[in-house]
């Protein structure tokens, strides 16, 4: 990914306008008003899936006369292939970011007029860490601002996960996916102020990143299908018209299992089975 270098200057003042869980490049995008485009999409990816994706579109493009148009949640961004004469999704690339992975499905419309999912591209995510630098080292002067750094790691991971434990809490789920508050929810970077040893500092920082992140994995993809839920219940409701079952597959979107399983807590006429994962009316 290119890496773009700026005055000192530049660098706080970027830093001055960052907001809650936001990233630099969060806060360019904002300050500047950059509109969506291809690149929202590979910004993120791994050079690999980045090319893949692109060389897919192309190709897309070439053959077929289609326009794009975009959707966006908070974890995904699916960019559709429109047929241009009537105006259905031929091809969809879904592109997934989540704390340690990211991930782009290609979905394409069958001759039984479905979406089905051809392929996937994963990336497993590193996380940078930030060593704490001690006295006795040739940097001394850097040692506050890695602290620094380090704590706002944590306070970003921390509210990250209370937007996202919000936004479970105030919706209607089935209990095997609501929100379970437990000793996660406590954590806080105002703790890390207390610590003087530093040894100890990158015990805890290393433990609250941890486990902070493996919790927002585990609820990210639950989270992802209530940011997109209106969409996705209109396109289970328009299967529904002409079916008795809606299939995961049918819906083209990550996470499919757990949209069918909202909308039947959030349906009486349907049911969820377990057994074949799907959706069927009652």
């Avoid at 001759?111 to 006295?135: K, Y």
């Avoid at 839920?229 to 396109?235: G, Q, S």
């Amino acid at each position: 990914m290119p890496q773009l270098r700026v005055s000192d200057f530049t660098y706080r003042y970027i830093k001055d306008q960052k907001m809650a869980g936001e990233s630099f490049d969060d806060v360019l995008t904002r300050l500047l008003d950059i509109e969506p485009d291809l690149g929202e999409l590979t910004a993120y990816m791994a050079d690999e899936q980045a090319d893949i994706f692109n060389e897919c579109v192309m190709t897309v493009e070439e053959a077929v006369d289609v326009t794009r148009e975009m959707e966006e949640t908070q974890y995904d961004v699916s960019l559709n292939m429109d047929a241009t004469d009537s105006g259905e999704t031929l091809i969809s690339f879904v592109v997934s970011e989540k704390p340690t992975t990211s991930n782009v499905e290609v979905y394409y419309r069958t001759l039984q007029d479905e979406l089905r999912q051809v392929g996937a591209v994963a990336h497993q995510n590193a996380i940078e860490t930030i060593d704490p630098i001690t006295a006795g080292e040739e940097l001394p002067d850097r040692h506050e601002e890695i602290i620094t750094d380090c704590r706002e790691i944590v306070k970003a991971l921390e509210n990250r996960l209370q937007s996202d434990r919000r936004t479970l809490e105030e919706a209607s789920l089935p209990e095997e996916l609501a929100y379970q508050r437990d000793r996660i929810d406590k954590i806080s970077s105002e703790s890390l102020s207390e610590i003087d040893d530093i040894s100890r500092f990158a015990e805890e920082w290393s433990m609250m990143v941890s486990l902070l992140t493996e919790r927002l994995e585990s609820i990210a993809d639950t989270v992802s299908v209530i940011e997109s839920y209106e969409a996705v219940a209109d396109r289970i409701e328009k299967t529904l018209l002409d079916s008795e079952r809606v299939t995961p597959d049918e819906l083209a979107i990550t996470s499919a299992e757990r949209a069918l399983q909202i909308y039947a807590h959030r349906h009486s006429d349907v049911r969820f089975d377990s057994s074949d994962s799907a959706l069927h009316r009652i």
